[in-house]
């Protein structure tokens, strides 16, 4: 006799608590994936009983009876998750893994209304969905605010009142430039915040060079840019041009999908210009090592995995790095697909500087070009033709002018020659053989050589040659043939993260089956394909969104109103040109090498092969903005590091946020502080007129754009008196340090 007969009061006490329909992929799914697909999954040789939960005709198995839709009594997975034998109760008790009360009802009430299955959400290609109806009519400002609003609905709550016009210009301008306003434009929309001004204030910034600089700090978190190999000797390497590319192509409006081909295979277009090649610096960023001692077989395979590690996550949302060493276990990946798209990459020479162990700094990288950045190409290319013309001239008329002329010009162009930086690039070479690595382990050559290919479970590329990087890129943005639409949602989502601190499919990195699934699906999915509307240009879409009544709310809310804006601290480069820029020191040239602002004393003092000392910058390059800052991977700048800045070892999608002491130590001590607050000080004396009060003010519409209120001036006016005392002539310097220090100086709101 069944078992389950035993219990049927159980079972029926299972049914009586969850009243709407049960969703399969935003209930169900995650607790399968998190419970069941270790031993019941994607991975063959660790799968139990032959038994599969993650296809739908093996869960439904009749022979099995595991899963009986209709009949959670005659299903076997119910008895097995309340069964009171240890040797029958699933998952083992040995595994660390429970279910709840209410998830055990929840899958109950899911095989009672039929066990509707559904493929998983991010294999899904995003299809436009209608706009939902909505009470409050009056409210949405686009088509966003209707699926927001309808959230607001169904929850029985109201949505939070909109964000006061000061509060709303500097969440524009940290979000869009990642710099504050200035007090006359803070003040002049505060005055007059009319639709028209604040879509002109948005085109404004979106039309600012800072713009490229601010979307370049995310995008090198998830490339890992660095200015060091980060193993062994951590020397540093050249690669500062391709950061000067990304701020570029940000600033140019450059559409996704050109932006992914030009990084991932820029050297195989036709007739590849310079930018497309330092774009390929993208396949170098990886870390490495210049130690003349390592194993070659070893690193290649090292960075074989984690260019595919990488490529998976940034652009697929997809954490494809356990399937290196075994067959995934909760999605679809397996140890070829891993290895397969490695295949992509084999083409890149990684030997080279395996032979050119060396302590040099930089080290040699090869290949590498030496360049000069965009600007300077353009002013070199006239240059010459300049010197051509005047050239012919000479040669036509022997006027000494000319002479003169010409070698005035020579020498302007021989100058401007030396400014050119030498950057990593990537030229194909003759693929390596690849092979699937049993348990990742390199020493094993006995698997089998694989050609590259896309993950089995999304088809194949058509073609008959070997695969390149280029149909690699081409895939991933392809919305006929490829997984276009797919990478859309993904960009889509980190898009909106930007601009509310948190994505509607919260991880970031993971689409998969460990990942949450999107609290609004239908809007990610149509944010995706509006993207695809707007020809992958993400300016387009950023727009759109800030646009919107929902990025336009407060983000402190009263009792009985919700909000998708999340008040949040500034990213560590943000807090770092925040007070430059109050202060105005911050340099704000755009592009060029990496600078070396103060930094502790002996900090590099176990550096070695070679050793270092740090040397900091005593010129106008150390104000220079937080993003150009010397990235040293293994002793990242300690004021980056107070406020959770990556070291960029691997693909970061979303910092941390930690509140330490030390953050706020290195708000007071750090000399960068320091110096910006006696600047700081210096213009306050300078420009706020007569009296406290008016200095008071001035100080306050620099730093957070308003006034102070009463107790804020109060409690000022009584420091100012008591420092006063003590060094008049800093004692406004400690105003401005605790000015600088205000928790909403540094945070957006």
């Not at 006239?382 to 010409?406: C, G, M, V």
């Not at 220079?624 to 970061?652: I, N, S």
């Amino acid at each position: 006799m069944n078992v389950l007969h035993t219990f049927p009061l159980l079972v029926a006490g299972l049914l009586t608590t969850h009243a709407r329909e049960v969703d399969f992929n935003r209930e169900v799914r995650p607790i399968l994936s998190d419970n069941c697909f270790r031993c019941h999954g994607p991975d063959k040789k660790k799968r139990k009983a032959k038994l599969r939960l993650d296809v739908e005709a093996s869960a439904k198995d009749p022979k099995k009876g595991l899963i009986v839709p209709g009949k959670p009594a005659d299903s076997e997975l119910v008895h097995h998750l309340n069964s009171k034998d240890e040797d029958e109760l699933m998952p083992p008790p040995d595994s660390g893994k429970s279910l709840s009360a209410d998830e055990k009802k929840l899958l109950a009430q899911w095989i009672a209304e039929g066990a509707p299955w559904a493929e998983h959400w991010a294999y899904v290609p995003p299809q436009k969905h209608d706009l939902p109806k909505v009470k409050k009519t009056d409210w949405p400002v686009n088509w966003i605010d209707r699926f927001t609003l309808r959230h607001f609905e169904e929850n029985g709550q109201q949505p939070a009142l909109d964000a006061d016009p000061v509060t709303l210009v500097r969440r524009l301008h940290f979000d869009l430039i990642g710099l504050p306003p200035e007090p006359k434009v803070a003040e002049a929309f505060a005055a007059n915040p009319n639709p028209k001004a604040y879509e002109a204030l948005v085109d404004q910034l979106l039309a600012s060079p800072h713009h490229g600089e601010r979307m370049a700090s995310y995008w090198l978190d998830l490339v890992r840019f660095a200015d060091t190999v980060g193993y062994h000797g951590d020397q540093d390497h050249s690669i500062t041009p391709y950061r000067d590319w990304v701020i570029d192509a940000f600033n140019d409006g450059l559409p996704f999908d050109q932006f992914t081909r030009e990084q991932l295979a820029g050297d195989l277009l036709p007739k590849p210009s310079t930018d497309q090649i330092i774009a390929t610096g993208y396949n170098r960023l990886l870390q490495t090592s210049h130690e003349g001692g390592v194993q070659p077989k070893e690193y290649i395979a090292m960075y074989a995995a984690d260019r595919v590690r990488n490529l998976s996550e940034v652009w697929m949302g997809a954490t494809m790095g356990c399937a290196q060493c075994h067959e995934h276990k909760f999605d679809p990946y397996e140890m070829k697909d891993f290895y397969s798209l490695s295949a992509f990459f084999a083409d890149v020479d990684d030997i080279a500087h395996l032979k050119n162990g060396t302590n040099s700094l930089p080290t040699r990288r090869e290949p590498e070009i030496s360049v000069l950045n965009r600007s300077d190409r353009v002013r070199l290319a006239a240059l010459e033709k300049t010197i051509a013309d005047k050239e012919t001239l000479q040669a036509k008329t022997s006027e000494p002018k000319f002479q003169k002329e010409i070698k005035a010009l020579k020498a302007e162009r021989d100058a401007l020659k030396k400014l050119a930086r030498k950057t990593m690039v990537t030229r194909a070479t003759k693929p390596r053989v690849t092979r699937i690595l049993p348990r990742g382990n390199w020493l094993d050559e006995s698997g089998l050589v694989v050609e590259p290919a896309i993950p089995d479970f999304f088809g194949q590329i058509e073609s008959n040659k070997r695969l390149t990087r280029l149909d690699l890129a081409n895939w991933l943005t392809d919305t006929e043939n490829g997984v276009g639409k797919l990478t859309a949602r993904v960009l889509a989502n980190r898009l909106w993260y930007l601009l509310f601190g948190r994505g509607l499919a919260p991880d970031l990195t993971d689409f998969g089956g460990q990942g949450q699934p999107p609290d609004h699906p239908e809007l990610l999915d149509n944010l995706a394909i509006s993207l695809l509307e707007k020809d992958w240009k993400m300016k387009a879409l950023i727009k759109e969104i800030v646009l919107s009544r929902s990025y336009r709310q407060a983000s402190l809310t009263d009792e009985g109103t919700i909000r998708f804006q999340i008040a949040q601290r500034l990213p560590a480069e943000s807090i770092r040109d925040n007070a430059l820029a109050i202060s105005e020191l911050l340099v704000r040239k755009i592009g060029g090498a990496s600078v070396k602002p103060y930094q502790p004393a002996g900090y590099y003092r176990h550096l070695n092969f070679p050793t270092r000392k740090y040397t900091h910058h005593n010129d106008q390059r150390q104000w220079r903005r937080g993003l150009y800052v010397h990235w040293q991977r293994q002793f990242l700048h300690p004021m980056l590091k107070a406020f959770d800045a990556p070291r960029r070892e691997e693909c970061t999608t979303q910092r941390p946020r930690s509140n330490t002491p030390l953050a706020a130590l290195v708000l007071l001590n750090d000399p960068t502080f320091f110096k910006a607050a006696q600047a700081f000080a210096q213009h306050i004396l300078a420009e706020g007129g007569d009296t406290v009060d008016a200095k008071l003010d001035l100080a306050f519409h620099k730093a957070v754009s308003r006034k102070p209120d009463a107790f804020e001036r109060d409690t000022l006016k009584k420091l100012l008196v008591d420092q006063e005392s003590k060094d008049k002539a800093g004692a406004w310097t400690t105003i401005a340090r605790v000015i600088l220090n205000l928790a909403e100086t540094n945070t957006r709101r």
